[in-house]
């Protein structure tokens, strides 16, 4: 009966996806998805004040100034051995505990990484410097009205590639209306030192950069002689084709650590229109993501799919009933 309730659902289920996808670009689809949330963990034992006390000065501070910063809160003990210390990007339980831990976590990628700790927990000037940073500020700014852009490291010989970026960047803003900007990151400021982390970007190394669009959705970064004007086409083209629902716009890449809420979500600036989206003469729905989005084929091949289904398992159920007596 199970089998038969899912197969019974799953077209609908399929519909409502398909419905959801249709006429919106991976990066305009991108501001309707959950972003990936980091992990902020204070490691202590049970009974340990110290370790309470930390955390519920986190709790309280992810509650006022935290608000809009994508990192959830949690409290491990040292001696649970239920705890798997590779969802914080730590091998094992610390030697010495209090100690309060940040990683980073992709959520589709289910991938977990180390980025910073503090023993016992981050005084004033560390939440700060968690919070937010003077890139983090222009990266935010910039993607309210940019289609995406481009976060170019130097290297610490090789500086080439920032021409090629540029050039590919201007070109592109020629064409689409939102355009894509450049921004600039040394790799030692000490400003950024959490987001130097979390790209694991480390003092010297070849030239690095990374397309940002959306909320803060860093795609995999491109290094060294990888930096072409094709692979960054590559990237930026993804950006501009239509979001399926093979592939959501959260599986290209991992948020930054960084403020974003709802009243930047009311200031984006849609890269296409349902109108830009909807071939010549015909008329575009009043709203993308409603269920009268689907063209009318999509919608009959689904009734076909679910009559066929519903049938076939009602006469398996009968098969069974029978052999039952």
């Keep these: 009966m199970k089998q038969f309730l899912w197969l019974a659902v799953f077209p609908l289920f399929l519909s409502n996806h398909v419905m959801a996808c249709q006429y919106v670009t991976v990066r305009d689809a991108c501001f309707n998805e959950k972003r990936d949330m980091h992990r902020l963990c204070v490691i202590a034992r049970k009974d340990d004040p110290e370790g309470r006390r930390i955390y519920t000065e986190l709790r309280r501070w992810l509650d006022d100034e935290g608000r809009g910063f994508n990192a959830e809160l949690f409290y491990e003990s040292p001696d649970d051995p239920d705890v798997q210390w590779q969802n914080y990007g730590i091998p094992s339980a610390p030697p010495s505990t209090p100690v309060t831990v940040f990683s980073g976590y992709h959520k ?108 803060g959705k860093m795609m995999p970064p491109i290094v060294g002689d990888d930096i072409t004007e094709a692979e960054l086409d590559r990237q930026l083209e993804t950006l501009v084709g239509e ?11 991992v948020d930054l650590p960084m403020i974003w809420d709802a009243t ?45 289904v519903l049938l076939t398992s009602v006469a398996i159920l009968l098969i069974r009933i029978r052999s039952i007596r």
Aim: charged residues 25%.
């Design 108 to 215: 589709l990628g289910n991938r977990k990484f180390y980025i910073c700790h503090w023993e016992p927990g981050p005084a004033p000037d560390d939440l700060a410097e968690l919070l937010t940073s003077p890139l983090r500020e222009k990266i935010r700014t910039e993607l309210l009205s940019k289609m995406a852009l481009f976060l170019y490291v130097p290297g610490t010989e090789n500086k080439q590639a920032r021409q090629i970026i540029d050039d590919v960047a201007r070109r592109w803003s020629e064409k689409e209306k939102q355009g894509v900007s450049v921004l600039q990151m040394d790799r030692s400021d000490p400003a950024e030192r959490v987001l130097l982390s979390f790209m694991a970007i480390e003092d010297s190394g070849p030239e690095w950069t990374a397309v940002i669009f959306g909320r």
């Design 243 to 253: 979001c399926t629902c093979l592939r959501s716009a959260s599986s290209f890449g």
């Design 264 to 308: 930047e979500d009311a200031r984006i600036v849609p890269l296409r229109s349902p109108e830009d989206a909807l071939p010549a003469g015909v008329g575009a729905p009043a709203d993308p993501l409603s269920s009268s989005a689907a063209p009318a084929s999509v919608l009959y091949t689904l009734v076909a799919l679910f009559s066929v």
